[in-house]
């Protein structure tokens, strides 16, 4: 069964170095989305992309924050500088397309920043 | 703003008891609402899905409800086991496609 997957499983960084996280959404979906939890906290959303653009995006996603599908398979997102408050599991997830409403997760990639 | 609350924020019963967990919403304008379970350090999978149509879903043990006018549902789990222990997080979908999160109910089903 088509999976989303996201790599790395786990990324130790230190404050103020870029880092991106990576997902490979599923092959013939073309609405990409990135949320992110905090941990013991809710899980927020950040980002929605369709047709190479960003689509909506939250009051988080400011610009220390970008997303980019560089080829045809890799959906990524950006922290230019990281803080200590971006320590979180991030999580990708990509729908269909119109008319499909089940957005389908990855396993989450966890951004420690110390 | 829709804002989503799950009740209660952690439950423990023992081995084989049926269980109810309780989502509200504070937005009746959704269009639908998903259950997902959440191991410790891990993904989402998705349970089940209601359509803002419909009334409730089941999969095997598992059935959940939607009220929309009254603004809740409810994660109904039969004969609980072990391996059902988890956090269980509820979500609506807004016309914005955008899911908005509760903070989840952590299960501990004890042997």
């Known amino acids: 069964e088509p999976e989303v997957t996201q790599t790395p499983s786990h990324q130790v960084t230190q404050m103020g170095q870029e880092v991106i996280l990576r997902c490979v959404p599923i092959?013939?979906?073309?609405?990409f989305y990135w949320y992110r939890q905090i941990l013991g906290q809710k899980v927020e959303f950040l980002v929605s992309?369709?047709?190479?653009?960003?689509?909506?995006k939250s009051e988080i996603f400011d610009d220390q924050f970008s997303v980019e599908r560089p080829d045809g398979s890799n959906f990524t997102l950006k922290i230019r500088s990281t803080k200590l408050e971006d320590s979180a599991m991030y999580f990708c997830?990509?729908?269909?397309?119109?008319?499909?409403?089940?957005?389908?997760f990855g396993p989450g990639t966890r951004l420690t920043v110390t | 703003k829709q804002e989503v609350t799950q009740i209660p924020a952690a439950l423990s019963v023992p081995e084989g008891e049926n269980l109810v967990l309780n989502c509200s919403f504070t937005?009746?304008?959704?269009?639908?609402l998903q259950w997902f379970r959440q191991d410790p350090g891990k993904g989402l999978t998705s349970l089940l899905l209601?359509?803002?149509s419909q009334r409730e879903q089941t999969s095997g043990r598992l059935n959940a409800s939607l009220d929309k006018s009254s603004g809740r549902s409810t994660l109904y789990i039969a004969a609980s086991q072990p391996g059902d222990s988890a956090t269980y997080l509820c979500?609506?979908?807004?016309?914005?496609?955008?899911?908005?999160w509760g903070a989840g109910t952590k299960l501990i089903i004890k042997p």
């Open positions: 937005d009746s304008a959704i269009y639908n």
């Open positions: 997830a990509s729908r269909e397309g119109t008319g499909s409403i089940e957005q389908y």
């Open positions: 992309f369709y047709n190479n653009e960003i689509s909506e």
């Open positions: 979500a609506v979908r807004d016309s914005n496609y955008q899911l908005i």
């Open positions: 209601i359509q803002s």
């Open positions: 092959s013939n979906h073309l609405y």
